[in-house]
């Protein structure tokens, strides 16, 4: 069995049919991935593995705790964690 080779942001890129510069964004932000190559505080060249992408992809976003406080608010209904403010405060 061989390795999986690792493909360039590019290949990633056409794969997802998005934009080189969403990859590498994404990336930076730790939703994709990555692995990069190079020293220093600028790193350009990052490298994937496209069964590592996938699996992200299909597993869906995952939701912060602020996505789900923002959810709860607009239903009407406000969670426990929220302290109770004293009146005139705002």
Same mark, same amino acid.
């Given at each position: 069995m061989?390795?999986?080779?690792?493909?360039?942001?590019?290949?990633?890129?056409?794969?997802?049919?998005?934009?080189?510069?969403?990859?590498?964004e994404?990336?930076?932000?730790?939703?994709?991935?990555?692995? @990069?190559?190079?020293?220093?505080?600028?790193?350009?060249?990052?490298?994937? $593995?496209l069964?590592? +992408?996938? *699996?992200? =992809?299909?597993?869906? @976003?995952?939701?912060?705790?602020?996505?789900?406080?923002?959810?709860?608010? $607009?239903?009407?209904? +406000?969670? *426990?964690? =929220?302290?109770?403010? @004293?009146?005139?405060?705002?």
């Open positions: 061989t390795p999986e080779p690792f493909i360039s942001a590019e290949e990633v890129a056409a794969h997802l049919k998005v934009t080189r510069r969403q990859i590498l994404m990336t930076r932000r730790g939703v994709l991935p990555g692995y @990069p190559l190079g020293t220093g505080s600028s790193r350009r060249v990052w490298r994937y $593995k069964t590592e +992408i996938d *699996a992200i =992809v299909t597993a869906g @976003p995952k939701k912060s705790p602020e996505a789900a406080f923002c959810q709860s608010t $607009k239903a009407g209904t +406000i969670p *426990a964690a =929220v302290p109770n403010w @004293p009146e005139g405060k705002f």
